[in-house]
């Protein structure tokens, strides 16, 4: 599916000041005061408390010296977050940088490791200039996630000697071969703060209740490594802490010394590393921005004053990210990058401009000059389990789900091994060489198969001939051979399932039609969408097809005018689709179940289009649907919606198998949770579809003329409690919010709603969101940031979607939803 970022409406009834040319100038403006909002302020200390024990742990990390986590640190957060493109996104001394950063310490020496970053940000300063970021983009995301996959396990393995008090070898293998070593000779009071850190952070954001949610507030990490602290200290242990010298010996950037071409792959492999990290990680917080409609749309933040967060200049956030890269290494610091983790936690606390991220870098900077006692109170042990647990997250399950069903975990496998290996650099160069290997292989390959099907005709049955992928002259041999399998007379169905045919497959293909025709047979060439190329000799003359302009999908014939046949409510049903999978639609939409006349029973209705179904889009669906068999459902989506038929799911939303776990009732009613609705369906469905299928949204869609809202309209309070009564009863709280004088009006962009029918329409949408939210499940969900909601309206007469866009002027409202995927 298309993803619709919501954008901010202009409102009609907005009027400009305008300056008449013949009037006095107007008075200058008051100079404008630097203000602070107070959400920036508690996003910063939020970040602040988080960045702390991890910049500490990356430096542990590298066997860099721990001052240099928090100039990098400070620098990422004053530097990266006044010059950056991104302004919500946190940087610093990022965990995917540890495994370069460690190897260039031990081969060049901290004073030339801080040269190579000077140079390193110099070099994308270059890139930012030439306007190259985007590029970055274009590497293949099983690369990336194999990357930092590799780097997480190379962590993990290195941080593991640390937390059982040994010291680590300088490669992955070497610390695999002296594990055992390692584990016959634990240190007691190492692993107990090990054990003590890990435990801390993995139950602490699981704290249930009204309390836990009050203490959740506080970062895990803080409460990990400070109860370790606490508890060695008071326990009186004996183990390596935390030992930052004085300011005055910190070593700061030397010229570089090594081979020239060791140090030119040195400051490549770092470039290329902290720059995609940072652009991805603001594609991400992009996406996370987009989940508060306040921010696009410049409503009021917590502290009343408006902002307004646009979309990431990617190559602003590349110069900012050099430009801190270079202050960080004449400065001592470790190489910069943007964060995922900070940033994350940076949105969800709340921070409305890039104040958030400034003011962070400033209590780093206070924590390192004034807090040393205090810091140097931490063990080692406590910090290297808070880096182990996140080189342990770097290696996502839903990264190596989402590679394996776009089979690419052949790159993603690759990528990972080499660099655990070999290291970054050529572990991403392996990926690459794989990830373009397997992609000419896919160009270059093309699997011609056939099939007879019996459809008790006298030739005994359809021969089909599949070909899958490009048709080039490469494949003639194989697709000559597998025509000349279909016998003499036969009806035969060429099915091309590519995007490209050159000249010669094209001549075999034709000159292979026009024989077998010349001989008796009939041939039906059809493209990917299911459209027939070459129509066979008894083709009907219905010209119907899913999803154009038709009037309850039938051809008008002569025993059947418009108006007459298909579905009861003229929708023509979900037969035929075109889903962001790819797959096409049925190859006959005029034997599709709603093409028939209204002459038929409607068994005989159904059975015909199941059996179109069989014939001609069960064959192009089948692999789709058995991997899906295989694989079981993965759905991105809940789309939950009325029941009404005119509303095709898979045709407004352009999805396909798999895609949306749909949810459908009279009305699209939310029960809230605990009252006694005499139906769990649907809080049942809701706590499936984000529990356990774990969807990453929910969108609940609305409609016009819903007979639902027209039914409640008419409702006589003394009626007969009859079950539409009883289940109509969840949309008085629309109704009622709909009269209230007290709540934000509801209407569409542009105009007011047609009708009160369109109006408790409208509300209804917002109404049920409300609902939505008090569920716990979805509550806990958007309390972590990993749901998003978002209110639908579909227009029937108009053919036209629109997206809740939320607060313009006081008004809830709902904007158009262009061809290009946006709202207008």
Known sequence: MSACVPTRAPDPTRTERMHQPHS????????????????????????????????????????????????????????????????????????????????????????????????????????????????????????????????????????????????????????????????????????????????????????????????????????????????????????????????????????????????????????????????????????????????????????????????????RELLGQGAANVVSGVLGGLPVAGVAVRSSANVQAGAVSRNSTMLHGVFVVVAALLMVPILELIPLASLAA????????????????????????????????????????????????????????????????????????????????????????????????????????AHAVVELDGSFMDHAAYESLHHWQNTHTAQGGTVEVTGRSGTRIAEPADASDCRCRPWTPWRNHQCEGPESGPGRGGTADGSGGESGWTGSSGLPESADPAESAGSLGAVEPSGQQLARGISAFQRNTAPLVRGELARLAREGQQPSQLFLTCADSRLVTSMITSSGPGDLFVVRNVGNLVPRPGEDSGDDSVAAAIEYAVDVLKVRSITLCGHSGCGAMQALLNMEPDGARTPLRRWLRHGLPSLERMTATDRPWTRLAGRAPADAVEQLCLTNVVQQLEHLRAHESVARALREGELDLHGMYFHVGEAQAYLLTGAVGGDEVFDHVRATGVPA
Request: proline residues 6%; positive net charge; contains cysteine.
């Open 386 to 489: 808070l880096v182990m647990a996140v080189g342990i997250q770097m290696v996502s399950l839903h990264h190596i789900r989402t590679v394996t069903r776009h089979r690419e975990v052949l790159v993603y496998a690759v990528t990972t091994l080499g660099v655990v290996v070999f290291g970054v650099l050529e572990g991403v160069l392996l990926g690459v060489a794989v990830a373009v290997a397997v992609a000419l292989n896919r160009l270059a390959r093309t699997r011609i198969t056939h099939e007879v099907r019996n459809d008790e005709t006298e030739t005994g049955g359809t021969h089909y001939v599949h070909v899958r992928g490009q048709l080039t002259f490469l494949a003639v041999p194989r697709l000559s051979r597998t025509l000349h399998l279909v016998p003499q007379g």
């Open 24 to 315: 006095p100038p107007p008075p200058p403006a008051p100079p404008r005061r630097f203000r602070i909002a107070g959400a920036d302020v508690s996003a910063s200390i939020a970040v602040f408390l988080i960045a702390l024990p991890l910049s500490l742990g990356i430096a542990l990390a590298t066997g860099a010296p721990l001052q240099a986590g928090l100039v990098a640190a400070a620098v990422g957060g004053l530097v990266a977050g006044r010059l950056g493109g991104s302004p919500l996104q946190v940087s610093g001394p990022a965990a995917g940088l540890t495994v370069v950063t460690a190897e260039l310490i031990q081969r060049y020496g901290w004073r030339t490791t801080c040269a190579i970053t000077v140079l390193a940000g110099l070099a994308q300063l270059g890139l930012g200039c030439l306007r190259v970021a985007r590029t970055a983009l274009a590497v293949s995301p099983a690369v990336v996630h194999g990357m930092l996959a590799g780097i997480g396990v190379t962590i993990a393995v290195a941080q593991l000697h640390i937390v059982l008090g040994g010291t680590p070898e300088s490669s992955v293998l070497d610390n695999i071969r002296a594990l055992p070593a390692q584990l016959a000779g634990l240190h007691p009071a190492a692993v107990s703060m090990s054990v003590l850190t890990l435990t801390l952070l993995l139950t602490w954001p699981r704290l249930p209740g009204r309390v836990g949610r009050v203490l959740r507030k506080v970062p895990a990490a803080l409460v990990a490594v400070s109860g370790a602290t606490l508890t060695a200290a008071l326990a009186g242990l004996t183990l390596a802490k935390v030992d930052l010298p004085s300011w005055r010996s910190h070593a700061l950037a030397g010229l570089p010394e090594g081979p020239v071409l060791g140090v030119a792959a040195a400051v490549l492999t770092v470039t290329l590393v902290c720059s995609v990290q940072s652009l991805l990680g603001a594609v991400a917080v992009d996406k996370l921005v987009a989940s508060r409609p306040e921010l696009l749309a410049g409503g009021a933040g917590r502290s009343g004053t408006s902002a307004r967060v646009g979309r990431s200049d990617l190559n």
